[in-house]
Nanobody, 120 residues
Framework: QVQLVESGGGLVQPGGSLRLSCAAS????????MGWYRQAPGKQRELVAV???????NSADSVKGRFTISRDNAQKTVYLQMNSLKPEDTAVYYC??????????????WGQGTQVTVSS
């Protein structure tokens, strides 16, 4: 079993900052990538940012220059530093993990989601 525990969501004013964390645990043998997706009400889930085991990153154009993704491989944890937050960043943020369990194949795992609300 693989577990993802997210933390760091909340309510923040426009222009403010939040830092999301997601820690992976369980029978993980190898990690390919970790990252974050988000889903706003009435919209499809969309990529925010992902980071590979080698450190390469990919992020949505809407967050470039404002959000920074990083990871701690030893702790199996991914972080999302969100600065200059806008009301349109309001969404449920889901942790994403692409990993292989011992004896298994690479699969995608999702966290339970953490709410981020940007409002004055």
């Amino acid at each position: 079993q693989v577990q993802l525990v997210e933390s760091g969501g909340g309510l923040v004013q426009p222009g403010g900052s939040l830092r999301l964390s997601c820690a992976a645990s369980g029978s993980i043998f190898a990690i390919n990538a970790m990252g974050w997706y988000r889903q706003a009400p009435g919209k499809q889930r969309e990529l925010v940012a992902v980071i590979s085991s080698g450190g390469s990153t990919n992020s949505a154009d809407s967050v470039k220059g404002r959000f920074t993704i990083s990871r701690d491989n030893a702790q199996k944890t991914v972080y999302l530093q969100m600065n200059s937050l806008k009301p349109e960043d309001t969404a449920v943020y889901y942790c994403y993990l692409n990993a292989r369990t011992r004896g298994g194949t690479y699969s995608v795992y999702w966290g339970q989601g953490t709410q981020v609300t940007v409002s004055s």
